[in-house]
C-alpha cells in the first residue's frame, strides 16, 4: 500500500493566521492532491499537483496556496485562515500510470483543521 | 453544479440482505467511474471503479454497474455486513484529467 503521510492530525488556529498542512509520500508517485471534506458538500478539490513546481487550481483554491518542490511533499497553505476554512483536510495519490484516475486514489488519514 | 450526485444522504439495511446505492451523473464526458468507503477519522479508500465503456464489474461482494443512457451508477454490496457501515462516496474522473469528482456521500448502516 502506498505510504502517505499527513501532519499534523489536528490542529487549532485562530483567524487571520497562516496555517500550512503537509503531505508526504514514500513511493514517488506523481499526481497529488488536496481535497477537504465538508458535511453536506462531500469531498471537494482545492489544488493538485502533477509534478516537481507544477500545480493547478481545484474547485475551492480561493484561500489556498500549495508548493511542491519535491515529488514526495505537498503543501497546503491557508495564507490567512478564516472560519469557513475549518474543515477536514485530505491528501491523495494518484495510483496509475500517468495519474489516470481509474485505477482510484490512495488517501491520507486527514488533518481537522479547526480556524477559531 | 453538481456534476455527481448522490441524493440519498442515508441507507439502512438489515446484516444479510443487499445494499444498493446509487449514484447519477451529468456530464457525458468521464471516463471512470469509482467508490469510495469512509469510515470515521479515517480517509477515504477505493473500493471498486468501472470504465465507461463497460457496464459491469464485479468484485467479491461488490457489484458496481453503470447504465450509460441514464447517466446512472449503483453499487451493490451482497450480503450486507455490519462492517460495510460505512459513508460510500460515488466519483468520477473526466476524460484527460487526472482529478476526481466526487459526490456527496451516503451514509450505509447495516444492522446486525
Known amino acids: 500500500d502506498a505510504g502517505i503521510t499527513q501532519s499534523p492530525r489536528h490542529k487549532v488556529t485562530e483567524t487571520g493566521t497562516p496555517v500550512t498542512l503537509r503531505c508526504h509520500q514514500t513511493?514517488?508517485?506523481?499526481?497529488m492532491y488536496w481535497y477537504r471534506q465538508d458535511p453536506g458538500h462531500g469531498l471537494r478539490l482545492i489544488h493538485y499537483?502533477?509534478?516537481?513546481?507544477?500545480?493547478d487550481k481545484g474547485e475551492v483554491s480561493d484561500g489556498y496556496s500549495v508548493s511542491r518542490s519535491k515529488t514526495e511533499d505537498f503543501l497546503l497553505t491557508l495564507e490567512s485562515a478564516t472560519s469557513s476554512q475549518t474543515s477536514v483536510y485530505f491528501c491523495?495519490?494518484?495510483?496509475?500510470?500517468?495519474?489516470?484516475?481509474?485505477?482510484?486514489?490512495?488517501f491520507g488519514s486527514g488533518t481537522r483543521l479547526t480556524v477559531v | 453544479d453538481q456534476q455527481v450526485k448522490q441524493n440519498s444522504p442515508s441507507l439502512s439495511v438489515q446484516e444479510g440482505r443487499i445494499s444498493i446505492l446509487n449514484c447519477d451523473y451529468t456530464n457525458s464526458m468521464f471516463d471512470y467511474f469509482l467508490w469510495y468507503k469512509k469510515y470515521p477519522a479515517e480517509g477515504p479508500t477505493f473500493l471498486i471503479s468501472i470504465s465507461s465503456i463497460k457496464d459491469k464489474n464485479e468484485d467479491g461482494r461488490f457489484t458496481v454497474f453503470l447504465n450509460k443512457s441514464a447517466k446512472h451508477l449503483s453499487l451493490h454490496i451482497v450480503p450486507s455486513q455490519p462492517g460495510d457501515s460505512a459513508v460510500y462516496f460515488c466519483?468520477?474522473?473526466?476524460?484527460?484529467?487526472?482529478?476526481?469528482?466526487f459526490g456527496k456521500g451516503t451514509k450505509l448502516s447495516v444492522k446486525p
Open positions: 513511493e514517488n508517485h506523481r499526481y
Open positions: 491523495a495519490i494518484s495510483v496509475g500510470p500517468g495519474g489516470i484516475s481509474g485505477y482510484g486514489y490512495t
Open positions: 466519483a468520477a474522473s473526466p476524460r484527460s484529467q487526472g482529478n476526481l469528482i
Open positions: 499537483s502533477y509534478g516537481v513546481k507544477d500545480t
